[in-house]
């Protein structure tokens, strides 16, 4: 569902391989990954990070022969959530979080 929506943005057409990518991240390996991608934590993160969540938001409703005006939303949550929690991980704080350093950490 969302490589259809990653095919109507510009970065899917391979004659713009030279251009500028409105979303670097994100490739064809990312949603069909071969024996040799698919155990790569960078792009299993991709496929469900901060990426994924700003094409979903910007081209999603392109999509709607396929899927609904809602369709989306649930994985929009989730890519928000997961983005979220990694930089929760990663201690980054200019994002506001702090390195967890307790089991009581608040």
């Known amino acids: 569902m969302a490589e ?3 095919r109507l943005t510009p970065d899917a057409d391979p004659k713009r391989t030279s ?6 991240k994100l490739s064809l390996s990312v949603f069909r990954p071969s024996s040799k991608s698919a155990m790569r934590t960078s792009d299993a993160t991709r496929a469900q990070g901060n990426s994924m969540m700003e094409m979903l938001m910007d081209y999603g409703h392109l999509n709607h022969d396929k899927a609904g005006p809602r369709a ?3 994985l929009i949550l989730h890519c928000a959530n997961t983005d979220l929690w990694v930089n929760v991980m990663n201690g980054t704080p200019k994002k506001g979080c702090e390195t967890i350093k307790s089991a009581h950490h608040r």
Not at 19 to 24: F, N, V
């Open 4 to 6: 259809d929506v990653w």
């Open 19 to 24: 251009t500028l990518m409105l979303y670097p």
């Open 72 to 74: 989306y939303d649930s």
